[in-house]
């Protein structure tokens, strides 16, 4: 039996808006062109469709070589539930919050820190320390996640706007 690895990424414009928006994906079915008579395709570029572009990374003997390859080729992994018709599956890179999660998340300490008279700068090094603390601080429930910087961002003029006299 072998093992196919199948990447998915996200091409089209909206990309901030879409979560997961890189996946890899173990399969005992190999990746298919998307053009024409849809083609096995083993390795290399298998098309786009609907802004979901799909590249096509090998055939290993054993689920162990697939996982190692996924391992090595993208260290910042997240094994998640497979989808139908799938042995593995993985989220590439960090969780994006979504808008809504972002402006929950920094609303108390947006609204204790923002002033009428907060700067642009100083919305931005807020928005940076608040990125950093959900990327890498332990304890926090977002670690390891990424902020939606323009929703902090507007979440902060909103609020210094409304402080304005």
């Known amino acids: 039996m072998s093992y196919y690895v199948i990447e998915t990424r ?3 414009a909206n990309v ?3 979560t997961n928006s890189h996946r890899v994906a173990i399969s005992e079915t190999p990746a298919r062109g998307s053009a024409g008579d849809r083609p096995v395709i083993v390795t290399g570029w298998c098309g786009a469709i609907n802004d979901w572009s799909e590249q096509a990374h090998g055939s290993f003997g054993t689920l162990e070589d697939a996982r190692d ?8 992994f997240r094994e998640v ?4 018709g799938e042995v593995s599956r993985f989220l590439i890179g960090l969780e994006r919050m979504s808008a809504d999660y972002t402006r929950e998340w ?7 820190r923002v002033t009428a008279t907060t700067t642009d700068e100083e919305i931005d090094r807020l928005v940076d320390e ?3 603390q959900a990327e890498h601080e332990a ?5 390891g996640m990424a902020l939606d910087e323009r929703a902090a961002r507007a979440l902060c003029r909103e609020l210094r706007e409304d402080l304005a006299p």
Not at 69 to 76: A, D, I, L, S
Not at 81 to 84: L, V
Not at 139 to 143: K, M, P, R, T, V
Request: proline share 3%; aromatic share 16%; net charge negative.
């Open 130 to 132: 608040w990125a950093t």
């Open 69 to 76: 390859y996924v391992c090595v080729r993208w260290p910042e």
């Open 81 to 84: 539930d497979a989808d139908r």
């Open 106 to 112: 920094v609303w108390s300490d947006a609204k204790r």
């Open 16 to 18: 901030d808006g879409v």
């Open 139 to 143: 304890g926090d429930e977002a670690q």
């Open 10 to 12: 996200y091409i089209g």
